[in-house]
Every structure is written in C-alpha cells, then in structure tokens.
C-alpha cells in the first residue's frame, strides 16, 4: 500500500510549510519589538544610557568638545567599525576623513565611494527595527554609506535621550596622504577658485555642518603658508554666502564649521599666519601624536603630553642640553602654549588631540632603561595595525605577554614585549583622564581622537572616549543643528531637487514636520 507512505510524507510536508508560514507571520507581530531594543542596545546600552544622561550639556560655558574622527576605511576588515558601533552621547563631532584634493583640477572628491555612499548599512542597524519595512519605501528613501548613516542616526528617533543624536558631522579634506596635492592646487588661482567651490558644494551635497583643511603640512616658502590664509578667508566667504542664501538677512541662524588640523611642533607652528587665519577658523584641531614613529633616531613616545621635566632647570636643561632641535617642543603642552601665548590664540577654540593608536620599536634594549624606554636605539618597528607600519590600535593594546604602565612625568602609557624587546607608547584611560584634566585646567574647547575604529567600544572601563568624558563630565552638545533647520532642508531639494543623494530622506522629513506642525 504506497498510497499511505505518501499521506504520511505529504502531510510532514504541509506541517513544515504551515510552521514557516506561521512562523514568517509572527515574526514581525512578536518578535520585531525585541529586534527593535536589540537594535537600540547596540547602539546605546542600558549601561551607557545610565552613565550618559547627566554628561550631554548645551551650555557653552561648563562644558566640552568631544570630538572623534571617522575614516572611510573603517567599515571594512578588519576594523568592522561601523557609525553605529559609537557612543555618539558622549560625542560632539565626528570628523569624517577623508575628501581629497584633485591637485591638477583642484575639485574636491570623495576617498572612498563605496564606503562613503554605497554600503548598505542598514541591515546591521535599522532594517529589523519596527519603524522600517525592508522591503518598503521608507528604507528605500534613507541614504547609503557611512554618510547617510551618519546623517539618518542625527534625525531617527533611535535613542531614549534625543540630545544624543545633536553631534556636528565635519567633512574633512586632505589628510597626509593627500599631502602633495595642496601645492598643486595653492599654485594656480583657477585651481584655487574650482577647489573652495567644490568644497562648499560637496559639504552641503553630503548633509555636513562644516569642514576641516588638513594640509600637512605647508612648507616655509614664499607661497604656501599665505595660500592656506586665502583658503580659510576664502573658504569662510562661501560658507557665508550660502547661509544668506539659506537664511536671507535673518539673525541667530546656524553657522558652518571651519577647523583646521594643526601641527603641534613648533617647527610648522612657527611658519603658519595662525593669527591671521584665526579670524576665519572656529577650532584649531591639535594634532597632539606622532611625534616619534619609525621616522625618529631614537625611541620616544609618540603622544606625550609633557616632556619629563620636574623643575625650571630640568626643563632648561632637557630643552638646551640634551634635545636636537627636530626633539624640541615634542609634547601636546608645548603645543598648546603656543597657541595660547606666541599666537594669542583664545583657548576655547584649543582642542587637544589624543591617539587611539600606539607607536612602536623593535630590538630595545632593556638593560639600564630605569623602567622607561624612551630615548633608546632600535632596529624595526613591527606593528599589528594591517596597512599601518610600526602602529598597534589602542584595542589590540598592550602586546601579549607585556604589562600596560602609565608614565605621569610624561603623560602617555607604554607596554614593553621583552620577549621580542618591542616597546609601544600609546594613549590609555590613565593618560586621557590626565588630558581630560589638563583641558579644564587651560580652559580648552575640549578633545578628540584619530580615529574612532582603535578605540575599545565593547570594553566601558577601558574605552579612552569614556574616560575623558567621564573626567570633564559635560559634553557641548548643539541644538541647534544646521540640518535640522526647514530652511535648510527645503533650500537642499530647491538646490538638488529629487534626486540628491539625501533628498530623498530630506523629503521624508518635512513630510514628517508637515504632518505634525
């Protein structure tokens, strides 16, 4: 009798087609709810949450700069490291690097497409979230890549305390390896009027609130130095031209941002016309790291605050006896005090910059070293950052095997591998803490970090982003971001109609304000 074999088999098929198609349906009645708080948790957990609350702030007077910059390289492996993987409360910027310089048009371009606008990053954030169909129009309309995450996290209704998501988005422009392109350009003033074009068009194009030049760095000639003034006097005009033509004549509107990525050794400090630019530039972003790397004679940290000095004498002796003139002044304080004292720079538009990354040595001798490495000869400089030679990200930090120090003199830790006699300087919380301590005590803007993907996001008590704003215990939130002004938005779908690439989701939020108004 086959007849009843076959019954049996038909019917398990028909239950196991039942049990899916149930399944399938309950899916999204029972279970997208839990999806959604998961979703939320990653980007905020309870923990953060209960910490954060009382750190956001909107008062300019007690409060802080926390700035991280983002790369276009992050996304991919082996970082992983996602927009959504930051606590964006304890955060006031995310500078977002890089755009580069076409040296020969003088055009700005993206540095990466994919990364900056075609990943789909939604899957991993917000498809599974009840507010979004992933098959319906509203994910269609949000927009792709690192940017349009970034843009869609300061508008969603995703965070329990809605001061989280108020961080300013830089775009910033250049970097070190774009470094040889900015001569080209400076050289020919057509070059000159097509880049400042580009780069006030490109920034609005993206959802940005501002930009950042970071041109390392220029040299002591009859040119360079006086072509990066032109281009912050040149490039502040067209911010302000396109806020009249956002705003009119109308008062106490939002304003671009302009930062400078700054050298922090008196070397290229001192050619720089920093008062003169200062007039044009809201932040001078410090860059306060690399001052020793595989480029040095002799071991060093690379982003120490202080230079070991206890007393005036040792400080005048370690400075006029005992330094080369390419030594001289390699520590954040030095920086700053330049900026503060010879350029009469004021300190709230001071910002400190930290590092999320160690520098190493190979083959340092651990013979006479009286526990610290520094000043040491070396062979190698080893590294576990793919792509990144003699560098070690803060989370791959200490090496194995070694023990994390904190040096107080100098204000950076430091790991030694003496199985391999490899010695790594780096920024820990002890150091951040110290630096969170020093901004208050100068009265800075505040602090920030290259780059956001060394941090440790899974780990709170080792993560240097919770350490310095938990030390200077009020982040300078805005309220008053630019695109979060109808104005704003409806000069962006008059200017790119509907097919920029954020009109779309533009669209979508003035229907919303409509609806509600």
């Not at 038909?10 to 196991?16: A, D, G, K, P, S």
């Not at 107080?408 to 204000?411: I, K, L, N, R, T």
């Given at each position: 009798?086959?007849?009843?074999?076959?019954i049996?088999n038909?019917?398990?098929?028909?239950?196991?087609l039942?049990?899916?198609?149930?399944e399938?349906?309950?899916?999204?009645?029972?279970?997208r709810k839990a999806m959604?708080?998961?979703?939320v948790?990653?980007?905020?957990?309870?923990?953060?949450?209960?910490q954060?609350?009382?750190?956001m702030?909107s008062?300019?007077?007690?409060?802080y700069l926390?700035?991280l910059?983002?790369?276009?390289?992050?996304?991919?492996?082996?970082?992983?490291?996602?927009p959504?993987?930051i606590?964006?409360?304890?955060v006031?910027?995310?500078y977002?690097a890089?755009?580069?310089?076409?040296?020969?048009s003088?055009?700005?371009k993206?540095?990466?497409v994919?990364?900056d606008?075609?990943?789909?990053?939604y899957?991993p954030?917000?498809?599974?979230?009840?507010?979004l169909?992933g098959?319906?129009?509203?994910?269609?309309?949000?927009?792709k890549?690192?940017?349009?995450?970034?843009?869609?996290l300061r508008?969603?209704?995703?965070?329990?305390?809605?001061?989280?998501?108020?961080?300013?988005l830089?775009?910033c422009v250049?970097?070190?390896s774009?470094?040889?392109?900015?001569?080209?350009?400076?050289?020919?003033?057509?070059?000159?009027?097509?880049?400042?074009?580009?780069?006030?068009?490109?920034?609005?194009?993206?959802?940005?609130d501002?930009?950042?030049?970071?041109?390392e760095?220029?040299?002591?000639d009859?040119?360079?130095?006086q072509?990066?003034l032109?281009?912050?006097?040149?490039?502040?005009?067209?911010?302000?031209?396109?806020?009249?033509?956002?705003f009119?004549?109308a008062a106490?509107?939002?304003?671009?941002?302009l930062?400078?990525?700054t050298?922090?050794?008196?070397?290229?400090?001192?050619i720089?016309?920093?008062?003169?630019?200062?007039?044009?530039?809201?932040?001078w972003?410090?860059?306060?790291?690399d001052?020793?790397?595989?480029?040095s004679?002799?071991?060093?940290?690379?982003?120490?605050?202080y230079?070991?000095s206890?007393?005036?004498q040792?400080?005048f002796?370690r400075?006029?006896?005992y330094?080369?003139?390419?030594?001289?002044?390699?520590?954040g304080?030095?920086?700053?005090?330049?900026?503060?004292?010879?350029?009469?720079?004021?300190?709230?538009?001071?910002?400190?910059?930290?590092?999320?990354y160690?520098?190493?040595?190979k083959?340092?001798?651990a013979?006479?070293?009286n526990?610290?490495?520094?000043?040491k000869?070396?062979?190698?400089v080893?590294?576990?950052?793919?792509?990144?030679?003699?560098?070690w990200?803060?989370?791959q930090?200490?090496?194995?095997?070694s023990?994390?120090?904190f040096d107080?003199?100098?204000?950076s830790?430091?790991?030694y591998?003496?199985?391999?006699?490899?010695f790594v300087?780096?920024?820990?919380?002890?150091?951040?803490?110290m630096?969170?301590?020093?901004?208050?005590?100068?009265n800075l803007?505040?602090?920030?970090?290259?780059?956001?993907?060394?941090?440790?996001?899974n780990?709170?008590?080792?993560?240097l982003?919770?350490?310095?704003t938990?030390e200077?215990?009020?982040v300078?939130?805005?309220?008053?971001?630019?695109?979060?002004?109808?104005?704003?938005?409806?000069?962006?779908?008059?200017?790119f109609?509907?097919?920029?690439?954020?009109?779309p989701f533009?669209?979508r939020?003035?229907?919303?304000?409509?609806?509600?108004?």
């Open positions: 009798m086959l007849w009843r074999p076959l049996g038909t019917l398990v098929v028909l239950l196991v039942a049990s899916v198609i149930i399938m349906r309950l899916y999204k009645k029972v279970f959604e708080r998961r979703v948790e990653h980007v905020q957990s309870q923990e953060q949450r209960n954060t609350s009382s750190v702030s008062s300019d007077d007690d409060s926390s700035g910059y983002y790369s276009n390289w992050s996304p991919y492996s082996p970082r992983m490291h996602f959504h993987d606590d964006l409360s304890r006031s910027h995310v977002y890089f755009f580069l310089v076409d040296g020969v003088g055009a700005v993206n540095g990466d994919w990364s606008t075609g990943m789909d990053l899957k954030l917000a498809v599974k979230m009840s507010k169909d098959d319906g129009d509203e994910t269609r309309s949000l927009p890549g690192c940017l349009g995450e970034l843009f869609y508008h969603a209704d995703l965070f329990p305390d809605q001061r989280t998501r108020n961080f300013k830089i775009m250049g970097g070190w774009n470094r040889d392109e900015f001569p080209k350009m400076v050289r020919d003033p057509r070059r000159v009027e097509v880049f400042v074009s580009s780069c006030i068009d490109t920034m609005f194009k993206y959802g940005f501002g930009m950042e030049l970071d041109w760095f220029p040299e002591d009859n040119c360079e130095p072509a990066y032109e281009l912050t006097r040149r490039l502040r005009e067209k911010m302000n031209e396109l806020e009249a033509q956002i009119g004549a106490g509107h939002p304003k671009f941002h930062s400078v990525a050298p922090a050794f008196s070397g290229k400090l001192k720089l016309p920093i008062k003169e630019m200062d007039q044009y530039v809201d932040i972003n410090m860059m306060t790291y001052y020793y790397g595989e480029w004679e002799k071991t060093g940290y690379h982003s120490n605050l230079d070991g206890q007393s005036a040792e400080a002796e400075k006029h006896i330094s080369s003139d390419d030594d001289e002044g390699l520590n304080d030095s920086a700053v005090q330049y900026m503060l004292k010879d350029a009469g720079i004021d300190s709230r538009k001071v910002c400190l910059g930290m590092a999320a160690g520098r190493g040595f083959h340092v001798d013979k006479s070293s526990g610290r490495f520094i000043d000869k070396f062979r190698g080893g590294g576990a950052s793919e792509g990144e030679k003699g560098m990200l803060y989370n930090l200490p090496i194995k095997g023990q994390e120090v107080p003199e100098y204000g830790a430091f790991c591998d003496a199985k391999h006699k490899t300087g780096y920024d820990n919380v002890d150091s951040v803490r630096k969170a301590q020093y901004v208050k005590d100068k803007a505040g602090g920030f970090w290259w780059e956001s993907c060394g941090d440790d996001h780990n709170p008590s080792r993560s982003l919770n350490a310095f938990d200077i215990r009020s300078r939130k805005s309220d008053t971001l630019m695109y979060r002004q109808n104005q704003v938005l409806r000069f962006y779908i008059d200017k109609g509907p097919n920029g690439y954020l009109s533009v669209q939020i003035l229907q919303r304000e409509e609806s509600t108004a």
